[in-house]
């Protein structure tokens, strides 16, 4: 079945999970309401389901290729992404004064979501072009600005992000990439990328390349790095296109998935040096770079949660059609639809639930963002900003591992089917398995998660966010509606987990191989708690929805099958660290 | 890094896990002992890592083609199989009386697991041959027997399962091809078969197809199947070969992983009709093909290990060599290894802890098949045949689903490089999708335990099973060995889990659905207990060896961090069908 956008999901998730009046209000300018947000997310759904979705299986089917021109997309996206631009969609959350729609992060994350589900390998180009745009406003000089935005805000150019070399991949110490002062104020680029996605393609006349290079004078490691706008074609001072720059696609990867995203090696310099622009300060790069990759990391998660969606709608339109088999209590005549077996229905209730409580999670990163943004105190700013960090690794890492999780799943439910690549559902899964990777894997997230974003605030935050749990766990508990079962118990024991687990990995002189052994099974029970308390606290703020009896039997079904996995988690986390350690553990 | 077969972990498992020293007592041969067994295992796997291994990626990418003349397999596949005959590789378990070596099942699912390592798609075809044997053997007249059953023990010939229809999966009471007594004996067969594996290939002269079909009188479901015998080319009576049958592939199957294994679908009687010879009696052909499926399962839950097995070594390798960062407490110049950091550790010990346990499982199943068929008395011989048909479906599911589980991790281990195909990390991970689905899904595994091996012998099976796993804890507490720390302690817990569950499951008058909800979780639970276990007590009583410092290790790891999943799996089993049963909670 053809991915079609859940537009009342996703308003149902901005609305009673994210917050969105509280971002409407902070924001504070009169055009915002819900009603136009409601038309965005409607007309940005109908975008992705009738014009992007076409074409996630011939991307897939026909990769992109790599030519002696340089990188040729798969047939048919050159006119999607000129459509792409004709319909304005690129520049949703960007800056109005470069042509953006200036709309909060919120509303963003929904567009991006919805638009990763139609097609994630054609998403991409946006979301980096997206992450640069937000890198050189925050960085940039006002010439860069002028020189480069308003395209790359339209999408007439994308942009690109230059990190990782063969030796520094996770490690960004290990850069090597060098840039030279060319005297006049602009630089030299030498060296060589790898994984560049999009560094090459024929959708636009130009591409921004945002590169991380060291100067000769630099102190080593991190410290020495400095982040520089190489584009493919250098740009006169009428705006138009001028020299072909010193930077070339050297080869594209074969992948397990994304087949159509093309994936580059870049080469930079092969003659006299790629002419490259300073953003920022030199040897303050990698803050730059950071700019990019918190934008990157929620929109990665939104990945998990967009493939999970698409799997899921896959699974359920087939399981509703395939009959194999009666089940249980079915009367009539003939065989009973797949839905109706009891253990098909674990798997689709499992694959919605995990995808609806990811969501919820991405969603309150993107609200804690806008409401940082638009706060009017610094005491509100702090708090919604480290609130959006603490939650940052949970929604990538969270959402991308059940993001793979839900298209095994969606696999499965099709039987031999789903092995089959016609069917759809083999691509989800393929799809899937970058997002845990990429932008800083999941094992990242999580030493993150416990070694930078605990402590903020000397642990204030992350108390912050369980007391939140706890109030919404009170509201439930006095609403006493039957319809949750055992929710606000199965809730509270996960919470309660996630909260001495914290405590544990709070201490004082806690070691840094306790931090890293419990790291990803308390990101997970994090994910557990978070998305579990979201969907029930969404499901019971709802009063007048009518979809109110779905969302409470849905947030029941998470609190008592998923969320019951914390207790083990919490035994992980607080204990696991040991064990782990022995050194005859992985043999000689 | 090319696997390479992990003969002494093979056989410590074999030896004190499945308990070789019994199978090789009850053989009562004197040919057979400890020495022999060795010596077998350790030839099968050098053919596996010097033969075999070298051909799974040219396979991978290559495929299997279809062309005017049938099924072309991948360059180099044909000599490898004609070596594979020659060595003598093809009968390790048939009966001598046919050329087979009439060795355990225990040695031969040894030998499985090695060559499903070393190339899943290659070894499916021999598995397949396997299977047709065993039925033949039980069920074929003698005078099917002489004629085919040489040829397919050698290897010369090879053998399929043919019951799948588009209509008729999972549920074989849906076969609708038909079966007409020619008047001579034979019958001729009508109709289409899909997903047959090595429906035809060009590796051997002859394929012998057994097929599920109807006689026009027979009785409607599973009670009015039969099983025939269909040979691609007739055989005369001097043994040559005669006529082509009317039997030929139709199209080959685009997969997500295997793609060396060509999935075929057949048609039959396009003619006059497919020659077929009845296996056994008219209307008893699902008894037949049971006997194929039960070898089959087994045989896929090893492809589980054996994928989780190369995964592991895969990463491990990657993971020793690959440097990024600096681990706690290193020292000295340059990045470590990534294998030093926790959060890597950690998925490497749980690949580890995994494959460890699932292939004790396994060898487990194997045991009680061979105790059972040299069983001096009855009693012996019921008690074997019940622990193998209980531990079977966990064997499959619990296996295949960690195979799939852990060959993520290994792309994970990788980081970006696993996601690229050259790597070598992707293809596990494709590859072991299909054996969660295919010869029974693994919900159908599920529920198979609950609804019919719970029950056996009023349940008593099962409680031996749970009291043999409670026994093992019993000297793991009394030995009071440091190295285990929890160990006991949390495999006690996890036993209580599953012994609360099992009675929940075995009350009188439980219905369909909470059993059908409760299956995937229980059957979880089941293989981290029994899995969990069997380390601990193949470590504990492997007093003398050398590796028991690391087999302690492994133990722990799995009892204090896999096994503590078991409470919230119990919980699942047990409360988790009432939310479930919610209609609303898939919505309209």
Redesign the interface.
Same mark, same amino acid.
């Given at each position: 079945m053809p991915y079609r956008a859940p537009v009342s999901d996703i308003l149902f998730a901005m609305q009673h999970a994210a917050g969105l009046p509280q971002v409407i209000e902070a924001a504070g300018t009169g055009d915002l309401d819900a009603d136009f947000v409601a038309s965005i997310v409607e007309e940005a759904g109908k975008f992705a389901t009738d014009r992007i979705a076409p074409s996630n299986r011939v991307g897939d089917q026909n990769g992109a290729k790599l030519g002696p021109d340089g990188v040729k997309t798969a047939p048919g996206w050159g006119a999607l992404y000129g459509e792409w631009i004709a319909g304005g969609w690129n520049g949703v959350a960007a800056a109005p004064e470069f042509g953006g729609m200036g709309l909060p992060v919120l509303v963003q994350s929904a567009c991006n979501e919805m638009w990763s589900s139609a097609n994630m390998a054609f998403s991409l180009c946006p979301l980096l072009t997206a992450g640069a745009v937000e890198a050189v406003t925050a960085h940039g000089s006002d010439a860069l600005k002028q020189t480069f935005l308003h395209k790359m805000v339209s999408g007439e150019w994308t942009g690109t992000m230059n990190l990782?070399e063969p030796?520094a *991949?996770? @490690?960004l110490? =290990?850069v090597r990439a060098r840039a030279e002062r060319a005297g006049d104020g602009t630089y030299r680029i030498f060296g060589q990328k790898?994984?560049i996605t999009y560094g090459d393609h024929d959708m636009t006349d130009n591409i921004v390349h945002l590169v991380l290079a060291r100067l000769p004078d630099a102190p080593p490691g991190t410290r020495g790095i400095s982040l520089f706008l190489v584009p493919k074609f250098l740009v006169n001072d009428d705006g138009s296109l001028g020299a072909r720059n010193d930077a070339r696609v050297h080869s594209i990867?074969?992948?397990? $998935?994304i087949h159509a995203s093309p994936t580059c090696t870049m080469v930079f310099g092969d003659h006299d040096g790629a002419v490259g622009y300073l953003v920022g300060q030199e040897n303050r790069g990698l803050a730059c770079m950071f700019t990019m990759m918190n934008n990157a990391r929620l929109g990665v998660g939104l990945q998990g949660v967009a493939l999970a969606e698409a799997a899921y709608q896959h699974a359920?339109a087939y399981a509703s059609e395939r #009959?194999?088999?009666r089940a249980? $209590?079915e009367t009539g005549e003939g &065989?009973s639809a797949i839905?109706k077996?009891? @253990?098909?229905? #674990?798997?689709? =209730?499992t694959m919605?639930g995990l995808t609806q409580a990811a969501r919820a999670i991405c969603y309150l990163v993107a609200a804690s963002l806008d409401l940082a943004h638009n706060a009017k105190d610094d005491v509100t700013k702090k708090a919604m900003n480290e609130r959006a960090s603490l939650l940052t690794p949970v929604a990538k890492a969270f959402s991308t591992d059940i993001g %793979?999780q839900v298209a =095994?799943l969606g696999? /499965?439910v099709h !039987? *031999?089917m *789903?092995?089959?690549?016609?069917t759809g559902a083999?691509q989800f899964? #393929?799809d899937a398995?970058?997002a845990?990777?990429?932008e800083g894997?999941?094992?990242?997230q999580?030493?993150d998660l416990v070694q930078r974003k605990l402590p903020l605030s000397g642990g204030d935050c992350v108390r912050a966010e369980i007391a939140d749990m706890r109030n919404t766990l009170g509201q439930l508990r006095a609403s006493n509606e039957p319809g949750f *079962?055992?929710t606000a118990a199965r809730l509270t024991e996960a919470v309660d987990s996630l909260d001495r687990a914290t405590q544990f990995l709070l201490r004082p002189g806690v @070691? /840094?191989?306790t &931090?890293?052994?419990a790291?990803?099974s308390y990101l997970r029970l994090f994910g557990l708690a978070r998305g579990g308390v979201s969907l029930a606290g969404a499901a019971l703020s709802a009063k007048d929805d009518p979809?109110r009896?779905?969302r409470?039997?849905?947030a #029941?079904?998470f609190?008592?099958?998923l969320a019951?996995? %914390? $207790?083990?988690l919490e035994?992980?986390a607080i204990?696991? =660290?040991? %064990? +782990?350690a022995?050194p005859? +553990? +992985? !043999?000689a």
């Open positions: 990782t030796q *991949g996770s @490690d110490n =290990a790898i994984f990867e074969h992948k397990m $998935g359920l #009959r194999q088999g249980p $209590g &065989m839905v077996h009891g @253990d098909v229905r #674990r798997m689709l =209730a919605k %793979s =095994a696999v /499965q !039987g *031999g *789903g092995f089959i690549e016609e083999a899964m #393929r398995k970058i845990e990777i990429y894997t999941n094992g990242i999580a030493i *079962g055992k @070691d /840094q191989d &931090m890293q052994s790291a990803t979809s009896p779905e409470i039997a849905l #029941r079904f609190a008592e099958n019951v996995a %914390s $207790g083990g035994t992980m204990e696991g =660290a040991e %064990s +782990l022995c005859d +553990l +992985l !043999g």
